[in-house]
């Protein structure tokens, strides 16, 4: 299933989340950008699609982002995330590890 859109709206002192590999599906939900105190986020494994939205950059603390291997298959035959990375990456200064292999992302 997916993640509901308020998922995140309380969790601003999470600081790792682990939801990999749980055939979670759809877009990442625009509460994300509540995570304010995220440190390791790991949503890879899954079967999630759509852009990896601008909000991401409210991810401030976030040092180790793992999305790779999102292989839900859209009606153009894309596995994954598609689109180009949103320019807010580069708001994400404490990144270290960044994972973003086996999508279809382009640009």
Avoid: C
Avoid at 13 to 30: M, V
Avoid at 32 to 57: A, F, K, Q, T
Avoid at 59 to 75: C, H, V, Y
């Amino acid at each position: 299933s997916s993640i509901p859109e308020g998922f995140f709206m309380s969790l601003s002192h999470l600081q790792s989340l682990y939801l990999n590999n749980n055939a979670i599906t759809g877009f990442l939900p625009r509460s994300i950008r509540h995570l304010s105190s995220i440190e390791v986020l790991w949503l890879g494994g899954n079967n999630m699609d759509g852009p990896i939205i601008s909000e991401i950059g409210h991810l401030t603390s976030l040092k180790d982002l793992s999305l790779e291997n999102n292989f839900r298959e859209d009606s153009s035959g894309n596995r994954g995330f598609v689109a180009a990375l949103p320019s807010e990456i580069g708001s994400l200064t404490n990144l270290e590890i960044l994972s973003l292999a086996d999508n279809a992302l382009s640009g």
